[in-house]
């Protein structure tokens, strides 16, 4: 097979390797429901996964329902996220999350993105988290490492440097070089790539399943 030459190629062909390389990538944040995912990602925000999980089983035990989250106690809830960072916001935001669920939604998780987005707490990352994880819909994430990888394989050539570095832009330009069903797993991909590989300081190019064709590859000192 020919080098990929257009960023479409570019990104047809990680989409492929990415797949062999990790073909168990899944969402590190512990849910069993489209409600727990949706307030696990409220959390993650400035924070990791792996503090996340710590903190969600006590968190879900005490508030299983968006209905029993909508009416915590501010400072309980505070007590019980506080290690996640940022914790008087993000209580705010939970509360009005379950709020937004219980009076607009029926206590459900609403699956398109124009009323995932009217929810406290919510952008479109957390929106295309939930979407493409906990309910089976199109949803194509982009965080630091999906930025920076679209960067580097030239994915998002088509942007200045400002707009390359905005995630609504970027998910506009990745969304059609990468088949609808397949979006989430192949930010999920991207972001276990830049996780193990394609780090930000110094990528491991000499041993990346994508070296042979990214722009970017062998650039750093």
Known sequence: MGRPRTPKGRARVTNERLAVE??????????????????????????TDARVNIVTPALFERYPTPQALAAADPSE????????GFFR????????????LVDRFGGEVPGPMADLVTIPGVGRKTANVVRSVAL???????????????????????????????????????????????????SLRL???????????????????????????????
């Open 136 to 186: 089976g819909l199109p949803g194509l994430p982009v965080d630091t490492h999906v930025l920076r990888l679209s960067r580097r394989l030239g994915l998002t050539e088509s942007l200045d440097d400002a707009a390359a570095k905005d995630a609504v832009k970027v998910e506009m330009v990745l969304d059609p070089m990468v088949p609808r069903a397949e979006r989430g797993m192949f």
């Open 89 to 100: 916001a993000k209580a705010r935001s939970l509360i009005g999350m379950a709020n937004a």
């Open 77 to 84: 809830l505070e007590e019980i996220i506080h290690s996640t």
């Open 191 to 221: 972001i276990l790539h830049g996780r193990r590989v394609c780090f930000a300081r110094r990528p491991a190019c000499d041993r990346c399943v994508l070296a042979d064709f990214c722009p970017s590859a062998g650039t750093f000192g």
């Open 22 to 47: 990790y073909p168990d990538a899944v969402c590190e944040l512990d849910h069993r429901n489209a409600y727990e995912l949706l307030a696990a990602t409220i959390l993650s925000a400035q924070s």
